[in-house]
């Protein structure tokens, strides 16, 4: 039915675009259309990703129906939704936290996070699964006159084209949005739906996508090298429910020698005996209800009794289910053992080895919602100061180290420059301490820096972070005399009292009063 419906698009799409080149007359994009076209339907489960709108661009269309095969199977294929899924908590865990180097700026950024037009909580979810399903996302932002800024997501099959500066495919001139516009009618309980075009412009959008080859602006799912393997691992488990299920279908083979009365007569008697009843159809077999377990069988020399053992090749067949998975595994960076929940398939050692690609590609995504996040925040902090409710610049009071000394540096920066410190959860804190070790063992030999070994442990401001390790070691010490003070009685002030000749008063043997010299 699927292969049905997938030569039936692709004749309707042949017919769209030979009517139109016929309409202009362009016998070579015609010839071209038809080629193309044939090909495609000698390859059932393929998509062809060259002509269209040039060589190097894949056709909008294809772009779509990628996308909806993608999203089809995100949502039906067990494999495809479990390798999103691992993708998303690993990389965004409970959630995305931030802080700004300036209180108002993250004030303004705190009030943008919770406001429940924005739901940032969920839309985090909603932006990573459209990149990871889609292979694009769309953001619109919408402006109040009080700097307020709404974000929604454009679905990416409502993506007609992106259209991008001739000169420069980097430049977002607009976005070409088609979508089915419903108005509920609560007198007539049904919904009015109409199909409506809108060219959005370049700077009311932010717009990325990944998965592309060099020069294409349009992004291809993750998913879409995954998808006709995903689908022969379900049909292949098809395959092997049936055979599981078939192989029950006749338990026991009864041989009763004697004519058709006699095979009659003895199915009757045993039917009665197990206390069933004889099931017979037309051209069928007469059948009846399995023994009940435990059962005895009482036999003569005329009846032979034979169990059929289905042959369905289970051990052979592991190894083929296996393989299968393994291409999932390969399209989708996840491991199998994360795809089917099952540590059987290696050991720790093993599993720990090969994580490494799996996660050198959640810090790619961290960077990547990272990033896209910052460029939201710009848009925040742009609108916050066009209304009046930040000013454009800044200036901020940092501690830094230098010199071996902490020293206060003042720069002035624009508001919608401030840093934010984007946190994410951690990815690697079972080898934290390995990290360290390293890092100890580099720095005795005097191959690495302070500020190169804080970089690489994921300390972006060296300086100041080391100004504020002293500031509480400081603080730390202010604290111990504190309490050492109160724990035991203070020193005196001012030394004891000396005599004339520069002895110091000492107390006699006898008690009070000086000692008498003679």
Same mark, same amino acid.
């Given at each position: 039915?699927?292969?049905?419906?997938?030569?039936?698009?692709?004749?309707?799409?042949?017919?769209?675009?030979?009517?139109?080149?016929?309409?202009?007359?362009?016998?070579?994009?015609?010839?071209?259309?038809?080629?193309?076209?044939?090909?495609?339907?000698?390859?059932?489960?393929?998509?062809?990703?060259?002509?269209?709108?040039?060589?190097?661009?894949?056709?909008?269309?294809?772009?779509?129906?990628?996308q909806r095969e993608a999203l089809v199977g995100w949502m039906r294929d067990p494999l495809l939704a479990q390798a999103v899924n691992i993708k998303r908590v690993f990389v965004l865990g409970p959630g995305i936290?931030?802080?700004?180097?300036?209180?108002?700026?993250?004030?303004?950024?705190?009030?943008?996070?919770?406001?429940?037009?924005?739901?940032?909580?969920?839309?985090?979810?909603?932006?990573?699964?459209?990149?990871?399903?889609?292979?694009?996302?769309?953001?619109?932002?919408?402006?109040?006159?009080?700097?307020?800024?709404?974000?929604?997501?454009?679905?990416?099959?409502?993506?007609?084209?992106?259209?991008?500066?001739?000169?420069?495919?980097?430049?977002?001139?607009?976005?070409?949005?088609?979508?089915?516009?419903?108005?509920?009618?609560?007198?007539?309980?049904?919904?009015?739906?109409?199909?409506?075009?809108?060219?959005?412009?370049?700077?009311?959008?932010?717009?990325?996508?990944?998965?592309?080859?060099?020069?294409?602006?349009?992004?291809?799912?993750?998913?879409?090298? &995954?998808?006709?393997?995903?689908?022969?691992?379900?049909?292949?488990?098809?395959?092997?429910?049936?055979?599981?299920? &078939?192989?029950?279908?006749?338990?026991?083979?009864?041989?009763?020698?004697?004519?058709?009365? &006699?095979?009659?007569?003895?199915?009757?008697?045993?039917?009665?005996?197990?206390?069933?009843?004889?099931?017979?159809?037309?051209?069928?077999?007469?059948?009846?209800?399995?023994?009940?377990?435990?059962?005895?069988?009482?036999?003569?020399?005329?009846?032979?009794?034979?169990?059929?053992?289905?042959?369905?090749?289970?051990?052979?067949?592991?190894?083929?289910?296996?393989?299968?998975?393994?291409?999932?595994?390969?399209?989708?960076?996840?491991?199998?053992?994360?795809?089917?929940?099952?540590?059987?398939?290696?050991?720790?050692?093993?599993?720990?080895?090969?994580?490494?690609?799996?996660?050198?590609?959640?810090?790619?995504?961290?960077?990547?919602?990272?990033?896209?996040?910052?460029?939201?925040?710009?848009?925040?902090?742009? &609108?916050?100061?066009?209304?009046?409710?930040?000013?454009?610049?800044?200036?901020?009071?940092?501690?830094?180290?230098?010199?071996?000394?902490?020293?206060?540096?003042?720069?002035?920066?624009?508001?919608?420059?401030?840093?934010?410190?984007?946190?994410?959860?951690?990815?690697?804190?079972?080898?934290?301490?390995?990290?360290?070790?390293?890092?100890?063992?580099?720095?005795?030999?005097?191959?690495?820096?302070?500020?190169?070994?804080?970089?690489?442990?994921?300390?972006?401001?060296?300086?100041?972070?080391?100004?504020?390790?002293?500031?509480?070691?400081?603080?730390?010490?202010?604290?111990?005399?504190?309490?050492?003070?109160?724990?035991?009685?203070?020193?005196?002030?001012?030394?004891?009292?000396?005599?004339?000749?520069?002895?110091?008063?000492?107390?006699?043997?006898?008690?009070?009063?000086?000692?008498?010299?003679?």
């Amino acid at each position: 039915m699927e292969g049905v419906i997938a030569t039936a698009n692709a004749l309707q799409r042949l017919a769209a675009r030979v009517f139109g080149l016929a309409t202009r007359g362009d016998v070579e994009a015609l010839a071209e259309a038809f080629s193309e076209q044939l090909q495609q339907l000698q390859m059932p489960g393929w998509t062809l990703l060259s002509g269209g709108t040039g060589a190097e661009q894949a056709p909008p269309e294809s772009i779509r129906e990628i996308q909806r095969e993608a999203l089809v199977g995100w949502m039906r294929d067990p494999l495809l939704a479990q390798a999103v899924n691992i993708k998303r908590v690993f990389v965004l865990g409970p959630g995305i936290s931030f802080t700004a180097e300036e209180p108002e700026i993250e004030k303004a950024l705190r009030e943008f996070w919770v406001d429940p037009g924005n739901r940032m909580q969920f839309a985090q979810v909603e932006w990573f699964e459209s990149l990871a399903v889609c292979g694009e996302l769309c953001l619109r932002f919408y402006e109040g006159q009080d700097g307020r800024v709404q974000v929604r997501l454009v679905p990416a099959l409502e993506i007609q084209d992106v259209i991008t500066d001739p000169d420069d495919r980097h430049v977002l001139r607009a976005v070409w949005r088609r979508y089915t516009y419903r108005v509920f009618d609560e007198q007539s309980r049904t919904w009015r739906e109409e199909q409506r075009d809108e060219l959005i412009p370049g700077e009311e959008v932010l717009f990325v996508a990944i998965n592309k080859p060099p020069g294409w602006v349009r992004g291809v799912s993750p998913l879409y090298r &995954a998808l006709p393997w995903s689908k022969a691992y379900r049909e292949w488990l098809e395959d092997r429910a049936r055979i599981n299920k &078939a192989k029950g279908a006749w338990a026991w083979i009864r041989r009763v020698k004697g004519g058709p009365q &006699a095979l009659a007569g003895a199915a009757a008697k045993l039917a009665a005996e197990i206390g069933g009843r004889l099931r017979s159809t037309p051209g069928e077999t007469n059948s009846m209800p399995p023994p009940k377990p435990g059962s005895v069988i009482n036999a003569s020399e005329g009846v032979d009794w034979e169990v059929i053992n289905a042959k369905i090749g289970a051990d052979d067949a592991r190894e083929d289910g296996r393989a299968l998975r393994l291409m999932v595994a390969a399209a989708t960076n996840v491991f199998e053992h994360y795809l089917l929940g099952d540590p059987s398939t290696g050991n720790l050692a093993t599993a720990k080895s090969m994580e490494l690609p799996m996660r050198r590609e959640f810090e790619w995504w961290q960077g990547l919602m990272a990033w896209i996040l910052r460029q939201v925040f710009r848009r925040v902090l742009e &609108a916050q100061v066009r209304a009046g409710r930040l000013p454009e610049t800044y200036t901020v009071t940092r501690q830094v180290y230098r010199d071996g000394r902490v020293v206060e540096v003042k720069e002035e920066k624009p508001t919608v420059d401030c840093f934010i410190d984007i946190n994410f959860p951690a990815l690697k804190t079972e080898d934290l301490l390995d990290m360290v070790k390293a890092a100890q063992l580099e720095q005795q030999m005097g191959i690495k820096s302070d500020a190169t070994i804080a970089s690489e442990l994921g300390v972006e401001d060296w300086e100041a972070e080391k100004a504020r390790i002293l500031r509480e070691q400081e603080e730390r010490l202010v604290r111990e005399r504190e309490r050492m003070s109160q724990q035991y009685p203070p020193f005196p002030s001012e030394p004891p009292a000396e005599d004339e000749e520069g002895e110091a008063d000492q107390p006699s043997e006898g008690g009070g009063g000086r000692e008498q010299r003679g």
